[in-house]
Structures are given as structure tokens and as C-alpha cells.
């Protein structure tokens, strides 16, 4: 046979697999691609560029080239070689191509990835987060997340001075209940009073512990247990003083729990952004004419 030989169009040989016998073997030409792809969007504020080696087997006696079927995995130069192996024989076939037709080839390969090719990136809406090419999902939700905290952290702020204010509240209370009973009760004793006192005092810190729990990094009640632990246990003798604390508490708790459950819906919030090619996106770096080395009958 006379092998095939297309004017302008360099030649290259695949070397064959390790172990391969050559007296099996037959060089099957084929269309191998190198070009560079550009992916641009202004919106994702994005303009990346990736290498790409697409290749085909070569059409027999005018038939379409089918670039869904690649002749190799991967190839570059340096695994490719100038010259074919002695040992490997050319296989026979009706080529009829011509170099108008490896440029007809290339026009089919840009318009396959114009219409398919898509660069999918992660998108969060609310804080108009993009991913970055080939980053995973897993890397890109931690990203969303700071900002989700960013949102939330002022409305935290303002609900912990809200109910601090509202415990101080209570314990400006107490210590008016407190005057106002002992002007009424000036016999009891100094050892009752100060029992009552220091009660009173155990109650107010375990509530200001509590709240301080709930509010430091979004803790306590809503990442962590679902009832505040008290610290200690102290009988409680005054009743107003208990349901005024577990009412700031409950309120807390619930507060904190609607906001946390709003960090989560904007911190694991994303769809998926695509990007396409135009035909100036995709630029031919070189076509080759390679020779593959396929298995024939013996």
C-alpha cells in the first residue's frame, strides 16, 4: 500500500502499549486537534482559558468524521514520535483526504464544542458568589457561608443588646420588689435577707450565662442543646423572678433560632452557572495527521 501523505499536514506515530507484539499491530491514521478554549462571562467576572487535544478517526472514501468517537485517550508531542516503528505495518483503507478536508474537520470540531461545550460554575444569587473553574462544591459552600455570617452578624448584635437590656430590666425590678419588701418586712432576719439575695443573684448569672452561650457565634440553644443547662441548682422561691428569666430565655432561643434558620438557607444557597463558547472562543493551536496503532486479525 501506499501510504497516505496529505500535503502541509504534519505526521506523528502513537508509540504502542508496553508488551504489545508488533507483528499484531497496524497504524490506523487519525485527526488529532490541539487547541485552546476561552471561557468569558462578565457577569462571573471570568476569562479562562484551557488546553484541549481533541482527536477522530480518519474518514474512509468521503464518509463524515465522528468526533464523538475519539481515536486516543490523550496525546501529546512528547509521548508522540516523527518517524512510524519498523516492526508496525500501515493499514490499508480508501483515504481520500485532502487538506481542504482536515480543514473541514477542524470547522466540524468548532461548531461540536460551540454547541455543547459548557463551563459549569457554582452560583450563589443573594451575594452574587461565583466559583472558581474546577472548584467542588464542597470548597465553594464554606465561601457562601462567610458571607451568610457577615449578613446575619449585625442582626445578632442587635438582638443580644435587646435582650440584655430586657434582663437588666429584670434585675432593676428585683431590686426595687426588693427595697419595697424589706421596708414591709423589717423584722426578718439578716440571715433570711441574705439568703433571698444571694438567691436572687444565682438566678440573674446562670440567665446572663445562658444568654451569653446563645449568642457567642450563633451557640448554645441553636448549634448546640436544645434547652439552656442550668449551672447550678437553687431552689427557686420567687416565682415572678423565675417565669421573667425563662421568659427572656425562651424568647432568646426562639429568636436565635429564626435567624440561625436564615443563615442556613442563604449559606447553602447555589445553582449552577454555564458558560458557552463562541467560534472566536476556540483557537486551533495545530492539526495532525497521527498514526495509532491498533490490533488486526492475524
Not at 159 to 179: C, I, S, T, W
Given at each position: ?8 499536514i ?6 504502542p ?76 483503507g ?10 473541514q ?25 461565583f ?24 442582626e445578632?448584635?442587635?438582638?443580644r ?32 435577707k ?27 440553644a ?25 421568659r ?11 435567624l ?28 495532525l495527521?497521527?498514526?495509532v ?6
Amino acid at each position: 500500500m501506499e501510504r497516505l501523505s496529505i500535503e502541509g499536514i504534519q505526521e506523528f506515530w502513537q508509540h504502542p502499549a508496553d508488551g504489545q507484539e508488533r507483528r499484531h499491530l497496524a497504524y490506523r491514521p487519525s485527526v488529532l486537534v490541539e487547541c485552546s478554549i476561552n471561557y468569558r462571562s462578565l457577569r462571573a467576572g471570568l476569562n479562562h482559558s484551557e488546553e484541549r487535544t481533541y482527536s477522530a478517526w480518519l474518514p474512509e472514501a468521503g464518509l463524515a468524521i465522528d468526533w464523538d468517537q475519539p481515536a486516543v485517550n490523550s496525546a501529546t508531542l512528547a509521548q508522540l514520535a516523527t518517524r512510524p516503528d519498523p516492526g508496525i505495518a500501515h493499514r490499508d483503507g480508501n483515504y481520500q483526504t485532502t487538506r481542504a478536508d482536515f480543514e473541514q474537520y477542524e470547522a466540524e470540531l468548532i461548531d461540536k464544542l460551540v454547541r455543547g461545550e459548557r463551563l459549569r460554575l457554582f452560583f450563589n444569587p443573594v451575594f452574587g458568589l461565583f466559583s472558581v473553574p474546577e472548584e467542588t462544591l464542597e470548597d465553594f459552600l464554606p465561601r457562601i457561608a462567610e458571607s451568610a455570617l457577615s449578613r446575619v452578624e449585625p442582626e445578632l448584635k442587635r438582638l443580644r443588646n435587646r435582650f440584655e437590656l430586657q434582663l437588666e430590666q429584670v434585675r432593676e425590678a428585683q431590686a426595687m420588689k426588693g427595697a419595697r419588701a424589706e421596708e414591709i418586712n423589717k423584722d426578718i432576719t439578716e440571715e433570711i435577707k441574705l439568703e433571698s439575695l444571694i438567691a436572687h443573684k444565682l438566678h440573674l448569672f446562670e440567665s446572663e450565662h445562658r444568654l451569653a452561650d446563645m449568642f457567642s457565634t450563633l451557640a448554645g440553644a441553636v448549634f448546640g442543646t436544645t434547652e439552656p443547662k442550668p449551672i447550678t441548682k437553687v431552689k427557686w422561691e420567687d416565682a415572678e423572678l423565675r417565669e421573667d428569666l425563662d421568659r427572656v430565655e425562651q424568647e432568646a432561643s426562639e429568636a436565635l433560632r429564626a435567624l440561625y434558620e436564615e443563615y442556613l438557607a442563604l449559606a447553602n444557597e447555589y445553582d449552577l452557572f454555564e458558560i458557552g463558547l463562541q467560534p472566536n472562543n476556540v483557537q486551533v493551536v495545530r492539526r495532525l495527521l497521527l498514526w495509532v496503532p491498533v490490533a488486526v486479525a492475524p
